[in-house]
Structure formats: C-alpha cells, structure tokens
C-alpha cells in the first residue's frame, strides 16, 4: 500500500498564507510526479498544481501567480505554499502521486484524508 498524509491546513484570514505539506510513504519504488488537489462538498476534485521530478510545474488559472508547488520526489514529499488566499480557495486539499511501488505497479487512484483549508471572509 502508498499512503499519503496531508498537512498544514487551519483557518485563515483574507490575504493569509498557509504552506501544506504532503508526505508519501510505503510500498513506493519511485514517484515522478506530485499534485494537489481540492474539493468542496458536492463538488467534483480539481488539480491545483502538480510538478514532476523533472521539475515541471503546473497550475489552475486560479490560483497562478499565488499558489507555489514544490518538493523532493525523491524523498516523497511535495508542498504548497498558498498566499494571499481567499475565500474561494476554502476547501478539503489532497495530493496524490504518480509512480511506481516496489511491484513495479503503477501508483495512482489513492487519497489521504486530505487537510482542510478555511479562509474567512
């Protein structure tokens, strides 16, 4: 199994910062790629940013030129520092890695309980 636990969420002020972290761990031979994602209730899951081992990054139209997504594919880790947020951006965030496990079976289709952000209004 690959388990993924997410943190760094909290409530927040207009404006606010928070940095997420996002730590992968157990059966994984190697990741090359890491992303964030969010959902609200009702709401289909949408990608926020993801970056490859390679460096390569991406990200909503959202959340562009206030969102940076980094980290250590190496080490299975990946964050998001989100800056001057807003209430939009209140949601459940959740990363999810592409890979490979020890199987040499592809990593994908797995979420951690993900890590409530809040941004008051």
């Known amino acids: 199994q690959v388990q993924l636990v997410e943190s760094g969420g909290g409530l927040v002020q207009t404006g606010g910062s928070l940095r997420l972290a996002c730590l992968a761990s157990g059966n994984i031979f190697s990741i090359y790629a890491m992303g964030w994602y969010r959902q609200t209730p009702g709401k289909q899951r949408e990608l926020v940013a993801s970056?490859?081992?390679?460096?390569?990054?991406n990200y909503a139209d959202s959340v562009k030129g206030r969102f940076t997504i980094s980290g250590d594919t190496s080490k299975n880790t990946v964050y998001l520092q989100m800056n001057n947020l807003k209430p939009e951006d209140t949601a459940v965030y959740y990363c999810n890695a592409e890979g490979l496990d020890n199987n040499y079976r592809t990593i994908g289709g797995s979420w951690g309980q993900g890590t409530q952000v809040t941004v008051s209004s």
């Open positions: 970056i490859t081992n390679n460096g390569w990054t």
